[in-house]
């Protein structure tokens, strides 16, 4: 039943207001943990613009232009002024809205590869990022650097900070293709969701980490596109998923947002596309009442 009040709530929303804050694509997008109202967003090139629904207007933190792009951010957990940020510039940061200096956490020192993802674990302070060498970096939210580790898998994190051991994966997820997210669900905590760089949704369950659903999508990558990331609703395990159609598929169909049963992989429904862009990055706040998405 929850489901389908979720499914009719959303097909009834309407779209309260298009913003057009950056001179290029929107590159990231997120809320805050714990206050609804507010939410970021980041482009390409390297500016940051924050909202408070409740409130008029927003703030703006410039960018450098090319070669700044923002490709991860996530809010401080108390602070909603205070960002940390990841960007082709190879530095993750904390950036703040309230005007002071902001201050880099960790950098690569040069453009031949950069930080490519971020994630925040609040409970611990700490900050996990990878780049584009396959290295996984985690740190603390002071800058502290804990350790770096090479390719993409599942960690225990009460197994990494107080080890003197080589950190050692849980589980290893090969895909056909280069993967642009994974996501836990926040409902159940136990399956993993995936989005491929051309065309597969996956969900993961634990705890033997077994595949337990496939959804073919259309949502192929290329170099000026936002990269394509689906993400889970926060009150219940349905998958959230910009479409960018493929004629070669069998379901062709519009530009539109696409929302799929996260047990089955049947599609609940579809948004179109308002601006008739594709939009790559869809995102629920915490209280599930707001979607804010973003054109690549």
Request: proline share 5%.
């Amino acid at each position: 039943y929850a489901e389908t009040f979720i499914i009719n709530d959303i097909s009834r929303n309407k779209i309260p207001i298009i913003l057009n804050p950056f001179e290029r694509r929107v590159t990231a997008i997120a809320w805050h943990p714990k206050y609804s109202q507010i939410a970021v967003a980041g482009s390409k090139g390297g500016e940051l613009s924050l909202y408070n629904l409740n409130k008029p207007g927003s703030s703006f933190i410039p960018g450098i232009g090319p070669g700044g792009s923002i490709v991860g951010l996530k809010f401080h957990q108390d602070d909603p002024s205070l960002v940390y940020t990841t960007s082709i510039t190879g530095d993750i940061r904390l950036d703040d809205f309230n005007g002071r200096n902001g201050k880099i956490l960790a950098s690569i020192g040069c453009f031949n590869n950069w930080f490519s993802s971020l994630d925040v674990c609040y409970e611990r302070k700490l900050l996990l990022s990878g780049n584009t060498a396959g290295n996984v970096c985690l740190i603390s939210v002071q800058g502290q650097k804990i350790w770096p580790k090479s390719k993409l898998k599942l960690w225990d994190l009460r197994m990494i900070e107080d080890s003197e051991l080589k950190p050692m994966p849980i589980c290893e997820f090969v895909h056909l293709k280069g993967v642009n997210s994974a996501y836990f669900s926040p409902t159940n905590r136990h399956s993993l969701l995936t989005t491929d760089q051309h065309s597969e949704i996956r969900v993961y369950k634990s705890s033997i980490w077994n595949e337990e659903l496939i959804i073919n999508h259309p949502h192929r990558q290329f170099q000026h596109l936002t990269p394509i990331k689906a993400t889970w609703h926060p009150l219940e395990d349905i998958i959230v998923v910009g479409r960018y159609p493929d004629c070669g598929m069998n379901e062709y169909s519009a530009r539109c947002i696409d929302f799929f049963d996260g047990s089955t992989g049947k599609l609940l429904q579809k948004l179109r596309s308002p601006t008739g862009g594709i939009l790559s990055l869809n995102v629920f706040n915490i209280s599930g009442d707001c979607l804010a998405s973003g054109t690549g």
